[in-house]
T-cell receptor, first 116, second 115 residues
Framework: ETGVTQTPRHLVMGMTNKKSLKCEQHLGHNAMYWYKQSAKKPLELMFVYSLEERVENNSVPSRFSPECPNSSHLFLHLHTLQPEDSALYLC???????????????FGPGTRLTVL | AQKITQTQPGMFVQEKEAVTLDCTYDTSDQSYGLFWYKQPSSGEMIFLIYQGSYDEQNATEGRYSLNFQKARKSANLVISASQLGDSAMYFCAMRTRTSYGKLTFGQGTILTVHP
């Protein structure tokens, strides 16, 4: 596989469930990101990992818990979510995160999450 | 703080015509990069074009060009010879030297190409 992959593509869960979203990048990048895209809102950055260390956490509720075991994999663990957490969750990767040079982020296809 | 504004919620264009999608930005950083992404209904964000704040020439990538007007803080995307497959949501985004990789996105513009 190439690029950035995300599983599952669709997820429906109850508010008491625990689930995890998985992201994998095959690009040899050092930085990975989680974004949330709600209807009629701009993409919101949730977490940034650089070389497996979290470098930014944008005041995300603790019911979202990221994990980056290595530079190719990123997880988002979900527990006791609320209906307003229903959104498209996008993962992205880039060669690095700290420099400004041409450093586009490559996005995965997203996980469409519905919380009932 | 950085901000991206896309004032066109929706745009319509006839197939084979050109269309301009507006984007204005605000930052106090002198060094920044501007990006355009396309998001089809499938959800994936597809990178289209990049413009650096110190680039003297407007960026071009095939049918996409970026009309960069630094003094006006605008970075409009021009799509020439529109195709039906161009129908999608388009996002303008920015990162700055101090934003540590964070991309700030605009609200997006839905482009519909009519046959």
């Amino acid at each position: 596989e190439t690029g950035v992959t995300q599983t599952p593509r669709h997820l429906v869960m109850g508010m008491t469930n625990k689930k995890s979203l998985k992201c994998e990048q095959h690009l040899g990048h050092n930085a990975m990101y989680w974004y949330k895209q709600s209807a009629k809102k701009p993409l919101e950055l949730m977490f940034v990992y650089s070389l497996e260390e979290r470098v930014e956490n944008n005041s995300v509720p603790s019911r979202f818990s990221p994990e980056c075991p290595n530079s190719s994999h990123l997880f988002l663990h979900l527990h006791t979510l609320q209906p307003e957490d229903s959104a498209l969750y996008l993962c992205a990767s880039s060669p690095s995160e700290g420099t400004l040079s041409y450093n586009e982020q490559f996005f995965g296809p997203g996980t469409r999450l519905t919380v009932l | 703080a950085q901000k991206i504004t896309q004032t066109q919620p929706g745009m319509f264009v006839q197939e084979k015509e050109a269309v301009t999608l507006d984007c204005t930005y605000d930052t106090s950083d002198q060094s920044y990069g501007l990006f355009w992404y396309k998001q089809p209904s499938s959800g994936e964000m597809i990178f289209l074009i990049y413009q650096g704040s110190y680039d003297e020439q407007n960026a071009t990538e095939g049918r996409y060009s970026l009309n960069f007007q630094k003094a006006r803080k605008s970075a409009n995307l021009v799509i020439s010879a529109s195709q039906l497959g161009d129908s999608a949501m388009y996002f303008c985004a920015m990162r700055t030297r101090t934003s540590y990789g964070k991309l700030t996105f605009g609200q997006g513009t839905i482009l519909t190409v009519h046959p």
